[in-house]
């Protein structure tokens, strides 16, 4: 398996991750199993996935601690975990903060429910309206030198935002939104990352299921469904997706693997994304998301299908 490394930090790990949020993440997903949800992971980590992304959110923290209870039957060198706060429940009501105190405060009790010394890598989740960009990534840069984190991540930030963060150099990696049908961030952000030695990390690269080929034009979705609201998954949007998804599917067939496979081979492929981090809600599905390393896109085929999707 190759290997990447995180912005210009030493954390290094196989480019295809999992995404916790339907670990333990009780408040966003209803219907999870908490055994799934510790057998998702230990299934990653058994088949060579390394890096384990969750946050604060996902569950208020239950996601960290199904992750704690399995990362300690297995090398901790092994396992990449990259982690995120910045919701601030203190006073009753969420709010944004990324005070350097209140994420010096998030590490520490991230640290506890992980069972772990240290962190891989700590995002801020979201930007705060009130605290200096630069001021909260300086915070993060004693913990990693302090030895509790070893990269340094923001998270939904904008451009102007992430320079603002960045203004020590100190940013390793952003996470923000980018799928195949969502692709804001190539024009302006992609050009400063790589301009300034930063990662980048898509989250939800398969579109709540869109790009897995397992929906068609044909698809319509019951109205207790909350798809059926959801302007991606209805009218002319859904069309126009299940029109570029189609012309996967030649190329699932001959590479013998379905259009998940695909799509996650063309992020892998993609020189702007560090790594991809597809998320699952029990083990059995872990084989045909790692069966998408196998998958050798020659350029012709990943030209094809950048263009297909662009031009939808």
């Known amino acids: 398996m190759s290997i990447v490394t995180i912005g210009k930090s030493q954390v290094k790990t196989v ?3 999992l995404g916790t949020n339907k670990v333990g993440g009780h408040n966003l997903f209803a219907g999870l199993s908490e055994t799934d949800g510790r057998e998702t992971v230990r299934n990653a980590l058994k088949s060579g996935i390394q890096l ?8 208020k923290g239950r996601s960290e601690e199904l992750i704690g209870e399995v990362i300690k039957d297995f090398p901790r060198d092994q396992v990449i975990i990259a982690d995120k706060a910045a919701q601030d429940f203190s006073s009753g009501q ?5 005070d350097p105190q209140f994420l010096r405060q998030s590490v520490d009790e991230a640290l506890k429910r992980l069972k772990t010394d240290y962190i891989d890598i700590f995002y801020i989740h979201f930007p705060d309206e009130k605290t200096p960009k630069s001021e909260a990534v300086g915070a993060l840069q004693e913990l990693k030198e302090a030895g509790k984190i ?8 904008s451009l102007e935002q992430t320079k603002e963060a960045n203004q020590d150099g100190y940013v390793d990696v952003v996470e923000n939104y980018y799928s195949l049908i969502h692709r804001d961030e190539e024009e302006n952000l992609f050009p400063y990352l790589r301009d300034a030695g ?3 990390v898509p989250y939800f690269p398969l579109e709540s299921g869109l790009l897995t080929g397992k929906f068609n034009k ?3 979705f019951d109205e207790s469904d909350p798809r059926s609201k959801n302007k991606k998954f209805t009218g002319q949007a859904f069309q126009k ?7 996967l599917r030649p190329i699932a067939r001959r590479h013998h693997v379905d259009v998940l496979q695909v799509v996650l081979a063309w992020y892998l492929k993609n020189s702007d994304l560090t790594a991809v981090i597809p998320g699952a809600r029990n083990a059995g599905q872990i084989p045909g998301i790692v069966q998408s390393l196998d998958v050798q896109l020659s350029k012709e085929e990943y030209d094809l299908i950048d263009q297909n999707f662009s031009t939808r």
């Open 218 to 220: 044909e698809t319509t």
């Open 241 to 247: 997706t299940m029109e570029a998804v189609d012309t």
């Open 94 to 98: 969420m709010v944004l903060n990324n």
């Open 52 to 59: 384990l992304d969750t946050a604060f959110m996902y569950g």
């Open 198 to 200: 930063i990662s980048f």
């Open 15 to 17: 480019p295809l991750g």
């Open 150 to 157: 070893r990269a340094i991540g923001i998270s939904n930030f």
